[in-house]
Structure formats: C-alpha cells, structure tokens
C-alpha cells in the first residue's frame, strides 16, 4: 500500500524557518520524481519544488526560489522541504507527490498535507 506521510507543519512567524519531511512506503522510492505542492484557501494547489529520482535536478516557483530547498534521502525514502524566510503568503496546506511515468501508465501518489501557517 502507498504511503505518503507528511510532518513538520505548524504555526510560524513572518521570517522563520520550517521543515517538512515526506516518509514514503509502499512503492520503490529511487524511481520516482517526489515534489511538494501546496494549495491556500481559496486557490488551487500548486507545485512549490520537485527533484528528480536521483536528485540530481530541482525545479521551484518563482515564489519560493532562493528560500526553500528541496531535497531527498534515497537510502530513508524521505524528501523535504526546507523552508526559509517564510511570508504570510506561504500559509498553506503542504502536499507531497511521488510519480513516475512509465508509458503507458502515469503513477502518481499524493499524501494528506500538511499545514504551514505564517502569522504574527
């Protein structure tokens, strides 16, 4: 059974720092592309960073480029989001997603979220 289990939200102040960690299970981690998306209140979800399989490429919004990192421990099937100088406006619901694209099949795993809040 997949599993993706996301941890290290919370309450934050405007300028702190937060890291989430994604524990994932039930498929073979090393092949995947994993990436952390959020989604606001009102909004649609949308992507915040991802890395390839291997780590060896990240992508990030434009919004988060230069304060958050992504990165993930192959031999612990984790990934993380460091997540620096936080904003208001990073308040949000955290999701981790794993895919892998293996023609014809689209494998796509996503976990429940996390929450990150940036108050004062």
């Known amino acids: 059974q997949v599993q993706l289990v996301e941890s290290g939200g919370g309450l934050v102040q405007p300028g702190g720092s937060l890291r989430l960690s994604c524990a994932a299970s039930g498929f073979t981690f090393s092949n995947y592309a994993m990436g952390w998306y959020r989604q606001a209140p009102g909004k649609q979800r949308e992507l915040v960073a991802t890395i390839t399989n291997g780590g060896g490429s990240t992508n990030y919004a434009d919004s988060v480029k230069g304060r958050f990192t992504i990165s993930r421990g192959n031999a612990k099937n984790t990934v993380y989001l460091q997540m620096n100088e936080l904003k208001p406006e990073d308040t949000a619901l955290y999701y981790c997603?794993?895919?892998?694209?293996?023609?014809?099949?689209?494998?796509?795993?996503w976990g429940q979220g996390t929450q990150v809040t940036v108050s004062s």
């Open positions: 997603n794993a895919r892998r694209v293996a023609h014809p099949y689209d494998y796509n795993y």
